[in-house]
């Protein structure tokens, strides 16, 4: 069949740029530089003042009245979030953290990686307001990560980037705990029970077998999200609480889909073409039953993840890095650098990050409790754990969660700034060295 000169220079090109391991990374990155760009050029003010428009929705008494800054940050990232909680369930069912043996090493590197940096945040920022801010250094930015990792290609082990995949999912998932318990306002009881009573809606149509993703669309946005929206437990934490209701069983097994689809297929080559562009009634019905049975040995987990991941990770996360990352350098940012709250971030990512997880790995193996991964040695470890320290999203959500003065989220911001790119230049070259 000839190929359609629309898919072979338009639609291939493209897909295949949207799968690229890396592609996220470059998208978040190029993003990053564009708010760094604007925020630095004529156009700063009207930048800062686009972001701090309001929006409100609802109705008579019930309103909800926020900037466009907040509603990034706890509306659209809710959706960045229910792809993580997605993934945290697929990898602990399925994944790999699914067996303890293997998933002992990277889950607690990663905590090592996340105690680490909080002790020597807290170090340079023991007293006052600024204090809070201990949270900030914990997270790796995993998009940035496996991007830098995949950028080697052959040259590192796959077992490696599983590696480095379960430590910042495991990163992701004490982040999303960090928030939930250290990171929320004043709790309302009676929005958290309502929001509670969203949840074990959702659990119990997930234990019936409802299968419809717009049903858990619909009450885990319009019931669960806004529930916790109005409770004072950050928004987000929802999104990741939504998506472990999501069902993850099939439908039909993969033996009876075989055999269904081989059954159709003959069915389809038996019937009588129309000769003409149209397709007859008996194979548009034959289609329609193969799409069926397509979507039955699928689970709705594995499709909601795969349908998602675009997304977020190319709208959801460029709109967050454009509205966050947008530092205007002024006279004193020598001032904000050498500041205690811009040291405890550079000093958490790069040292905290590489000494917690090493210092870990290095325990663990030592005591016989884990093992390296399979072709993988400690200079790449090395070099995963630097990679770490790379905590742009996370790092810059959890600053705007943890503080409320513009100074401190300034000083936050050059240093997750520096950290990430000191970390993401020197973890690369570590790995390109340790794996020639």
């Known amino acids: ?98 067996k303890p043996k293997d998933a002992i090493l990277p889950i607690f590197a990663g905590l090592g ?54 430590l910042a999912i495991a990163d992701d998932l004490g982040a999303v705990m960090v928030i939930a318990f250290f990171y929320t306002s004043d709790i309302s009881t009676i929005s958290l029970l309502i929001g509670g009573g969203f949840l074990t809606l959702l659990i119990l149509v997930n234990f019936l077998g409802v299968r419809s993703t717009l049903f858990y669309g619909i009450v885990g946005i319009g019931g ?30 993969d033996q009876k889909f075989i055999q269904k689809i081989s059954m159709l297929t003959n069915e389809f080559k038996k019937s009588e073409p129309n000769n003409v562009s149209l397709i007859s009634h008996e194979q548009l019905h034959i289609l329609d039953q193969i799409r069926y049975y397509s979507k039955a040995a699928m689970t709705p987990l594995q499709r909601l993840e795969h349908a998602m991941h675009p ?54 193996v030592k005591l016989k409790i884990a093992s390296l991964p399979k072709g993988v040695n400690w200079r790449q470890i090395y070099g995963v754990a630097m990679l770490a320290g790379v905590g742009f999203t996370m790092s810059l959500f959890i600053t705007d969660l943890a503080f409320v003065s513009t100074d401190f989220i300034l000083q936050s911001k050059i240093g997750i700034f520096i950290a990430s790119f000191l970390c993401g230049i020197i973890g690369y070259l570590i790995l390109r060295k340790a794996s020639n």
Not at 53 to 65: A, E, L
Not at 326 to 353: A, Q, R, Y
């Open 224 to 253: 669960l999200w806004l529930a916790f929206l109005l409770s004072g437990v950050h928004a987000t934490i929802a999104g990741v609480i939504a998506a472990l209701t999501i069902p993850a069983n099939v439908k039909i097994k």
């Open 311 to 364: 997304l977020v990770a190319f709208i959801v996360m460029p709109i967050f890095a454009i509205a966050n990352a947008g530092i205007t350098f002024s006279d004193n940012f020598l001032i904000n650098l050498v500041s205690n709250v811009s040291l405890g971030v550079i000093f958490g990512l790069t040292f905290g990050k590489f000494i917690g997880i090493v210092l870990v790995s290095k325990i663990l």
């Open 1 to 98: 069949m000839r190929e359609d000169p629309i898919d072979r220079f338009l639609i291939g090109p493209i897909t295949r740029f949207i799968s690229n391991s890396t592609t996220s990374g470059i998208i978040l990155f190029v993003s990053a530089i564009l708010a760094l760009i604007i925020a630095n050029s004529p156009l700063k003010d009207a930048y800062h003042n686009f972001w701090e428009n309001t929006f409100t929705i609802g109705f008579s008494d019930f309103v909800i009245s926020k900037s466009l800054h907040h509603w990034i940050n706890d509306g659209l990232m809710s959706i960045f979030f229910f792809v993580i909680g997605l993934e945290l369930k697929r990898e602990i069912m399925a994944g790999e953290l699914s």
């Open 113 to 166: 990686g996340m105690v680490i940096p909080a002790l020597l945040y807290l170090s340079f920022n023991l007293d006052g307001a600024s204090s809070s801010g201990w949270g900030i250094p914990m997270a790796t930015d995993i998009a940035f990560a496996l991007g830098i990792l995949y950028m080697l290609g052959d040259k590192v082990p796959l077992s490696l980037k599983v590696f480095l995949t379960a």
